[in-house]
Structures are given as structure tokens and as C-alpha cells.
């Protein structure tokens, strides 16, 4: 196999569902270190650490990010061993092939080599986060002393290595209703906090009247947790839900959570639990022209496809890389090999072809940055 794709195979093989990052990031840390790169695992739970490398004289790096963790598997639904990084043909079959640890795996082996080249580099900086999955909370714990700002981002997340050039932002919520205990034999004595809030996610589940934008399409809500209650001869006196709304650009926090309080009815109270916001970079920045030059040079289309649905750190990184504390936020585009319909599907699969592919570019796009620096 290619560097990229051992690399990849003992990525998966490394089971990093919400802990057990820290082994990846140093994993990482050695292959980088090794190659002239200046090396920090900023820690933020124990075994969770993350990676920042650094190589080239540019004091506003490139800065290339992806995240170690992937979210669950259950292997009696899967065909195959989810933490084996099987071969099926073209197919790496694992959890995290797709999302996103191809797309590490090819950032990773792009920059070993691309500082192995005698050069002037003008910079050249790898995020690689944990707690992703769960709202970034991996990158929004970075400080933002551990990073060189001031550069453009590129996020490896799956695009079948076409370019995007922004996605979704993403505003959870946490909705609570309290009612009254009584016995599971005098329903009437009470008042259910759970009957409340189903009607709730019914209401939310059910709306259809969210706005829409031209290019990132309709604002979407999913009802992703409901609990509450003991047992079945109580009454519950308290439920919640956490609601995943994903929002497009001029739709704004205050807006969405009055939606979210009017569906929700008498006696719902709406807290936001994470909120990360959109992400998107206009098509004539010259940041969006380098990698389109290094896509086409690679033989893959320049052509920009229509935002991602799913949200990236770049919520984060962008806006802490920015050369100002209150700055806008950097330049950013998602291009990697993953495909973006395996994400948390059973038998998640990435291209090898392509894995490989997306080493190249970003050795293109590397030589470009240092050459226009």
C-alpha cells in the first residue's frame, strides 16, 4: 500500500469515539516531527489531546485541520469489522474512513512531503482537533496563543475532493419541560413533562416553514434526543430534547430560537447548547484561486459545488485564526477525499483512488502557497 493508505488503515484501526484522541495526535506528532515540523499537542482532556505543527518562516501560515474522533459504530449492524480498515476493492470500509481520517491521513502525508522538498517555505500549520462530533468542542478549546493566525483554511472534511467553499452553520438547543409527579393510575393527578415535549418534536418535526437561501438551501431542524421519566407508573415531571438546527447566512440566532420557543409550546423552556456559525468564502478570493489552480493541475474539477450540509471546525478556526482577535474570520475551503454521503452511515467507506488523488493536490496547493508567499 501507499504511505497514505497505511497511514489511513492505522488511523481507523484506532477506535477514537469520543476518547483516545491523544494516541492519533501523537501518532502524528512523530511522522511530522520527524520531518522538520515544530510540534505541540495542546492538551484538553486527558487522552484527548490535539496536535498544532508548524514548518517555514510565514508568520500567517496555511493552516490544513481535520478532526481524530468519529462517532460510534455498532458492530452487529455493520457487514464487516467497523475498527478493521477492510479493502473491498477501490472501498476502505471502516468507521472514520469518510469522516474524516482519510482526509487527515492525506493532509498528514502532503505535508511530510512537501517540507522533504528543498524550498522557501512560507508556512505551513496543521490543526488536527478532537471533539468534533459533539459540537467542536475539541477546537473551541484551543487558544488561540497555540496557533500562528493571520493565513487561509483548508478543511479536509469529505467532498469527494471537490471544492466547497463553505457549509452550514449549526445552532443546537436544549428545550426542558417540568410538570407534576404523580401515579401511573391517576395520569390526571399529574401533569407529563414528556407528553409536552412530544407534542413539541411533533411541532418541530412537522414545520416546514424555515427560511431558505439560494445557495445553501433551506434551514433544516432534527429532533435528535428526547428522554424523561422513571418508569411506567409515574407520571414524569421532567423531559428534555436536544434540537440540531442547521442554519444558512442572514438567518440569525435570535430568530431561529423564537421559532423554536413558539413550536414549542406553554411551558417549554429553549437554552442554546452550541451554537457555530456559518461558514462562507466568496469564489474571488485568491486564497479559492490557488486551489482551484492545484485541482486542475492534479486533474480533479475547479469547479466550486454547492455548500456542505454539515458543519466543520472552521466555525471555530476560522474566526480564531483571524489576524485580530475580532476580525473577520480567514479565508476558508473544505476539500477532501472522503465522500460526504458515508458520514455516520453503517459500512462507512472512502475511495482509496481518491484518498490517494487528494495527496497530490494538496502537495500542489502547498508548492503554490509557498510559491506565491
Do not use: I
Not at 477506535?15 to 483516545?20: D, N, P
Not at 496543521?126 to 478549546?141: D, F, K, R, S
Not at 401511573?184 to 416546514?208: F, I, M, Q, T, W
Request: hydrophobic share 40%.
Amino acid at each position: 500500500m501507499t504511505a497514505v493508505l497505511d497511514l489511513l488503515t492505522e488511523l481507523v484501526r484506532r477506535r477514537t469515539v469520543a476518547s483516545g484522541e491523544g494516541v492519533l495526535a501523537a501518532l502524528c506528532a512523530d511522522s511530522l516531527r520527524d520531518n522538520g515540523f515544530e510540534v505541540s499537542t495542546p492538551g484538553w482532556e486527558e487522552g484527548r489531546e490535539q496536535l498544532v505543527a508548524r514548518t517555514g518562516s510565514g508568520s500567517a501560515p496555511l493552516t490544513v485541520t481535520g478532526h481524530l474522533d468519529t462517532v460510534p459504530a455498532d458492530p452487529a449492524q455493520w457487514t464487516v469489522d467497523p475498527w478493521a480498515a477492510e479493502r473491498d476493492g477501490d472501498r476502505v470500509v471502516g468507521r472514520g474512513t469518510s469522516d474524516m481520517k482519510a482526509g487527515v491521513a492525506a493532509a498528514v502525508v502532503a505535508a511530510v512531503d512537501h517540507a522533504a522538498q528543498p524550498h522557501q517555505c512560507h508556512g505551513l500549520q496543521l490543526v488536527l482537533t478532537a471533539g468534533e462530533e459533539t459540537g467542536c468542542t475539541g477546537a473551541l478549546g484551543l487558544r488561540r496563543s497555540s496557533l500562528a493566525p493571520g493565513g487561509p483554511l483548508l478543511v479536509a472534511e469529505p467532498t469527494a475532493n471537490r471544492l466547497t467553499l463553505g457549509h452550514k452553520g449549526a445552532h443546537w438547543m436544549r428545550l426542558t419541560a417540568t410538570g407534576r409527579a404523580a401515579h401511573g393510575s391517576a395520569p390526571h393527578l399529574g401533569d407529563n413533562a414528556v407528553v409536552r415535549l412530544a407534542r413539541a418534536a411533533g411541532a418541530l418535526h412537522d414545520h416546514d416553514a424555515w427560511p431558505s437561501h439560494a445557495t445553501f438551501g433551506p434551514v433544516t431542524a432534527n429532533v435528535g434526543l428526547l428522554r424523561g421519566g422513571v418508569q411506567p407508573n409515574v407520571v414524569p415531571d421532567f423531559a428534555e430534547m436536544l434540537l440540531d438546527v442547521r442554519t444558512v447566512p442572514g438567518v440569525e440566532g435570535d430568530d431561529v430560537r423564537s421559532v423554536v420557543a413558539a413550536l414549542g409550546g406553554d411551558g417549554v423552556e429553549v437554552e442554546d447548547h452550541v451554537v457555530l456559525p456559518v461558514v462562507d468564502t466568496d469564489v474571488d478570493d485568491p486564497f479559492v484561486g490557488l486551489v482551484r489552480e492545484a485541482l486542475v493541475a492534479s486533474g480533479e474539477d475547479g469547479e466550486p459545488q454547492s455548500p456542505a450540509r454539515y458543519f466543520t471546525d472552521a466555525s471555530v478556526l476560522a474566526r480564531l485564526l483571524s489576524p485580530s482577535e475580532d476580525g473577520p474570520p480567514v479565508p476558508t475551503v473544505v476539500l477532501g477525499p472522503g465522500e460526504p454521503d458515508q458520514c455516520h452511515v453503517v459500512d462507512e467507506w472512502c475511495s482509496a483512488s481518491r484518498t490517494e488523488a487528494s495527496v497530490e493536490v494538496y502537495r500542489r496547493l502547498f508548492d503554490l502557497w509557498c510559491r506565491a508567499g
